[in-house]
C-alpha cells in the first residue's frame, strides 16, 4: 500500500484546511486509516481515525468538534477537514493504513504516507 498525502499550508488561526489522502493496493480499502501529527520535537500523535466497512470515526479529544475525518465510498481515499485551527495544531500531518480495525498507537499502521506540512499562524 502507498499514501500520498496533500493540502497542508499556511492559514492563520480560526482558518481551514482539508487533507486528502489516497492509497493504492488492493489493501487499502480493507484497512482502517488514521490521521497523526508531529510538531518538531515532540511525539507523533494520534488525531484522527476511520474504520473500514462502517466509517465510523474516532476523533482525539484535542480536536473533537473541529477536525472531521471521512473517506470515500470506495474507502481508497481519506480525507480530514480541519476547522478552527489553532497555533497548537501546527505539525506535519500524516496518513496511515494497516490495521483491521481503528487504533490510536503508531506501530499498529503498516503503511505511512509522507507527511503535509500545517502550519497555523496566530
Known amino acids: 500500500v502507498q499514501l500520498q498525502a496533500s493540502g497542508g499550508g499556511l492559514v492563520q488561526a480560526g482558518g481551514s484546511l482539508r487533507l486528502s489522502c489516497t492509497a493504492s493496493?488492493?489493501?487499502?480499502?480493507?484497512?482502517?486509516m488514521g490521521w497523526f501529527r508531529q510538531a518538531p520535537g515532540k511525539e507523533r500523535d494520534f488525531v484522527a481515525a476511520i474504520s473500514r466497512t462502517t466509517f465510523t470515526t474516532y476523533p482525539a479529544n484535542p480536536v473533537k468538534g473541529r477536525f472531521t475525518i471521512s473517506r470515500d465510498n470506495a474507502g481508497n481515499t481519506v480525507y480530514l477537514q480541519m476547522n478552527s485551527l489553532k497555533p497548537e495544531d501546527t505539525a506535519v500531518y500524516y496518513c496511515?493504513?494497516?490495521?483491521?480495525?481503528?487504533?490510536?498507537?503508531?506501530?499498529?499502521?503498516?503503511?505511512w504516507g509522507q507527511g503535509t506540512l500545517v502550519t497555523v499562524s496566530s
Open positions: 493496493g488492493r489493501t487499502a480499502s480493507s484497512s482502517a
Open positions: 496511515a493504513a494497516g490495521p483491521s480495525y481503528v487504533n490510536d498507537k503508531p506501530y499498529q499502521y503498516d503503511y
